[in-house]
């Protein structure tokens, strides 16, 4: 049997085109960036090139693109800059936060680094605004305000714009955990109020293990990773060539494509919310997946039974890859902060389903079918 991947807000396959983009600087093409002889200098102008399209696409200036080795990277860097290097004394976050932002924020509250405060949600498990109007208002110290633009398990979508608002008139610094938006919506930076995002190619058809943070021309910040002059003295390591060429390759086709694809996917997202209404009795959605949340994402609960607690298990029998909440916890099944904080529900199971422009409505049937029969 064909294997049916619905986990595609875990991670995305290479894009044939991105792969070929790639295939150069994996075999001809491998000069140290750093190397002052032409081959290197070679090495080195096309990640500027990779650099110039990445800042474009984003409407940003190059100076403000980073390239890192993923999400988890971006997010530390930022978060930790922000407390050490720009003097933010007091963390506002959310408890629905990815683990790259929460363990990031834990981990300096408990060195005694920083205050830590979360912002209350709603039920719908977007962000109170008004609350963290409140925190800011409150606040003594200089405040790091770090919430992601979507959410990685439910898809809610924060508004960026009243957020960005809202710290800029208490003087705080804004960081958006935005791996999940990257690729998947239009940007520009230059009208956004944000200090920091963050990228990941892999979850839009690029390869594993790089990513971007972008450092708004503003900020100043002191590197991470300390050692070599690369990424203009911000990251030291030799670059990671072929994954800088692809991470730009597949912005550009997502870019590209974007007008058909979301639309395509969006469709895909509410056929299969209306056939598992249809089909399966005592079904819940969580999130707010008809209003402002990726069209990518949708997070299922199932009335808990016997059969539906071995859920995912057996759609992996039957070939049909999707996530518990989060793939990021899914092999030690702890289950998902993400849900525990919106949805603390013991008698559901939760399943997410994430698409991609490979999936298919004849796949949904298959899945809905599969799903009749194992609940």
Excluded: W
Excluded at 83 to 93: A, E, F, M, T, Y
Excluded at 178 to 185: L, R, Y
Excluded at 214 to 242: C, D, W
Excluded at 369 to 374: A, D, G, T
């Amino acid at each position: 049997m064909e294997r049916i991947y619905l986990d595609n807000a875990a991670t995305t396959p290479l894009d044939p085109a991105v792969l070929e983009a790639m295939m150069p600087y994996l075999t001809n093409h491998f000069g140290n960036p750093s190397s002052i002889y032409s081959y290197g200098r070679e090495s080195r102008m096309a990640i500027e090139t990779a650099r110039k399209s990445v800042a474009k696409i984003l409407n940003a200036h190059p100076a403000e693109i980073f390239f890192t080795s993923g999400g988890t990277e971006s997010s530390n860097t930022a978060i930790t800059a922000a407390v050490r290097d720009l003097g933010c004394r007091h963390i506002i976050s959310s408890a629905i936060e990815h683990h790259a932002t929460t363990h990031t924020v834990d981990y300096l509250h408990r060195n005694g680094e920083a205050a830590l405060s979360y912002v209350k949600l709603l039920p719908s498990g977007h962000i109170d605004l008004d609350d963290l109007a409140i925190l800011l208002a409150e606040s003594k110290e200089k405040c790091l305000v770090t919430l992601m633009h979507a959410n990685n398990e439910i898809g809610n979508i924060l508004d960026i714009h009243a957020v960005g608002e809202l710290c800029k008139k208490y003087h705080a610094i804004f960081h958006s955990d935005t791996v999940q938006t990257v690729g998947h919506f239009p940007f520009d930076l230059r009208n956004t109020p944000v200090h920091f995002i963050t990228g990941a190619g892999h979850k839009f058809h690029g390869p594993k293990g790089v990513g971007i943070l972008y450092i708004n021309e503003n900020v100043k910040i002191k590197p991470f990773v300390h050692g070599g002059s690369q990424e203009r003295n911000m990251r030291a390591g030799t670059e990671n060539l072929y994954g800088i060429i692809g991470f730009a390759k597949a912005l550009e086709i997502a870019t590209a494509q974007y007008e058909t694809e979301s639309a395509y996917i969006h469709n895909l997202k509410m056929y299969m919310m209306e056939q598992l209404t249809k089909h399966i009795p005592g079904i819940a959605f969580n999130g707010d997946p008809l209003g402002k949340s990726l069209y990518a994402v949708l997070s299922v609960s199932f009335p808990k039974t016997e059969k539906s607690e071995m859920i995912l298990f057996n759609l992996d029998i039957n070939h049909i890859c999707a996530s518990g909440g989060s793939a990021c916890t899914s092999g030690a099944d702890q289950g998902s902060h993400v849900i525990r904080a919106i949805n603390n529900n013991p008698n559901q199971v939760t399943v997410r389903f994430s698409f991609s422009k490979h999936n298919t409505k004849t796949e949904i049937d298959t899945v809905i079918e599969k799903l009749k029969e194992l609940i």
